[in-house]
């Protein structure tokens, strides 16, 4: 099992930029692939993107493609979201996710393929 912890969420205008990070600690960071996903008022928690452990290959809903760039430490033990260009409908509770895996260029994007969760920092974009 693997422990993760969000961090840098926070309150910003429109076209404002945050990197979110999730530090982890527990299993072999470099064998997880890892995800984030968001959970907006009143909706179902959706996929944002996800990276290969080895970090080679990525994968982005099409809605942030162009604004958020998901990249990660292994050194760090360290995965991070930079979002950029950030819209209202943004505006969630972020979560990371881990899957253990030996398939160093595989990638996962659906919420049933992840082991284990974090608890999730806000992101809220005012217009």
């Known amino acids: 099992q693997v422990q993760l912890v969000e961090s840098g969420g926070g309150l910003v205008q429109a076209g404002a930029s945050l990197r979110l990070s999730c530090a982890t600690s527990g299993r072999t960071f470099s064998r997880s692939a890892m995800g984030w996903f968001r959970q907006a008022p009143g909706k179902e928690r959706e996929f944002v993107a996800a990276i290969s452990w080895f970090g080679s290959r990525t994968d982005y809903t099409d809605s942030v493609k162009g604004r958020f760039t998901i990249s990660r430490d292994n050194a760090k033990n360290t995965v991070y979201l930079q979002m950029n260009s950030l819209k209202p409908e943004d505006t969630a509770v972020y979560y990371c996710?881990?899957?253990?895996?030996?398939?160093?260029?595989?990638?996962?994007?659906?919420?049933?393929?992840?082991?284990?969760w974090g608890q999730g920092t806000q992101v809220t974009v005012s217009s």
């Open positions: 996710a881990a899957r253990s895996t030996y398939a160093s260029s595989t990638y996962y994007s659906t919420e049933e393929e992840y082991d284990d």
